[in-house]
Each structure stands twice: as C-alpha cells, then as structure tokens.
C-alpha cells in the first residue's frame, strides 16, 4: 500500500488492469453525425423549395398563355366598310345573276340529252335479253385479248413470236355462245361455250369445241378493258 503526504494509504493499481476511457471520445464522434443531419436536412428542404417555386412558375405561365389564347379567341372582328360600287357595276353584276341561271338550265338540258355511257350498260342482261354481248376482254394467262362486236370475234396474241389472230363468227343459243372460225384452222368447226358474268370480266368454259388450238385460248378468265 501506498501512502499519500497525509499519511493515509491509497490503493495501488492492480496489475494487468485496463485504465478506464475517458467518454469524451464518444462525446466528439456524436456531434459530427448530428452536423451531417443538419447540414442533410437543409439540402433537402432547399430542393423541396426550389421544386415547389418551379413549379408554381409554370402553372402561372400556363395561366397566362390560357389567358392570352382566350382573349384571342374573344377579339370582336372589326366591321368592314361596304364598299361603294358604281352605276355601271350594278348594272352589270344585274346581267351576270340573270345569265347564270340560264347556264344552269342549258347544262341540266346537255346531261339529260347525252346518252347513257359503257359503264351503265350491263353485259349480262343485254346477253339474256337481246341475245348479243360486245367489249373487250384480257387474259394474262392466255397472253391474249379478245373483242366481240356485232361483226364477230376476234382473238389477238402478244408477243414477238406471237401467233396469227382467230376471227369468225358468233351465236348466242340458250344462254351459251356458240363460236366458229373463217380461217384456215379450224375453219367449219363450232365450239359451244358457257359463260359467266362477273360484273363486266367474263369466264369462258368450254362445253364442245374440236378445235383444241380455240379451246386452249378461250377457256379462261377474261378481264373488262375500257377503251
């Protein structure tokens, strides 16, 4: 044991002990967390701040511009002199007004007197009715065109080596047509054929016909060619 001026005894340190720490090391530590908070804290409310002050500065611009397009919209057009006309221009916009109607009236005339056209004739009831058919057909596959009138028929090839044109004569008998050649070919030979209408395009499909180079031509698909 120790003894101190005074004469009383202290207790001497125990060997292998830890001195105790002093809590002002804690003390230090705490108060840089709690600045960081502040310091945090401020950033975040100056960002909520500026957010705010944005968007208030838009929505008054969005006033002004709804404003200003209803005050657009609002303006009261301004009233137009008349303009003073003369004597002489009455008089002659009097003779226009009064010459229109008559041009009106002239054309009504000049459409009632044209006669009805290619495309408000239908083929199939001219076909049944009258017993006759005429146009112009195309067939791709065939790579040839047909033309029936009132002189005939009339087959013509495409092509550089195409072949000769098949002409002859033609029949209508119980809704079929009934084709014959005047060539060398063929030439006495009758092909009936039946005949569907679509629209204005025609389908040839052979009912009889000996003749096998007419045959292998019309039995096909024929597209309507305006001319």
């Known amino acids: 044991m120790a003894t101190t001026k005074k004469g009383k005894k202290t207790p001497q340190a125990k ?33 909520i701040f500026m957010i705010i002050s944005n968007f208030k500065g838009s929505t008054a611009k969005i006033k002004e511009n709804v404003e200003v397009v209803k005050h657009e919209n609002t303006k009261v057009p301004e009233e137009k002199e008349p303009v003073k006309t003369t004597k002489s221009e009455d008089v002659s916009a009097s003779k226009k007004e009064e010459a229109a109607p008559k041009a009106s009236s002239d054309k009504s005339e000049e459409v009632k007197e044209t006669p009805k056209t290619d495309e408000a004739i239908d083929i199939k009831k001219t076909f049944k009715e009258e017993n006759k058919i005429s146009g112009c057909w195309l067939s791709s596959e065939q790579g040839a065109s047909l033309t029936i009138d009132d002189y005939g028929y009339r087959i013509d090839f495409f092509g550089v080596d195409a072949s000769k044109p098949i002409t002859g004569d033609y029949r209508i008998e119980n809704n079929l047509i009934v084709f014959s050649s005047d060539g060398n070919e063929c030439k006495g030979v009758e092909g009936t ?3 569907t209408f679509y629209k204005k395009n025609i389908s040839l499909i052979c009912k009889d016909d000996k003749c096998s180079s007419r045959r292998n031509i019309l039995e096909a698909d024929w597209e309507w060619i305006e001319i």
């Not at 002093?22 to 409310?45: C, E, H, Q, S």
Request: no cysteine; net charge positive.
């Open 193 to 195: 054929y039946r005949i």
């Open 15 to 47: 060997k292998g002990s830890k001195p105790k720490k002093n809590n002002k090391k804690n003390n230090i530590g705490i108060f840089p967390k709690i600045m960081l908070i502040i310091l945090f804290l401020a950033v975040m409310t100056t960002a």
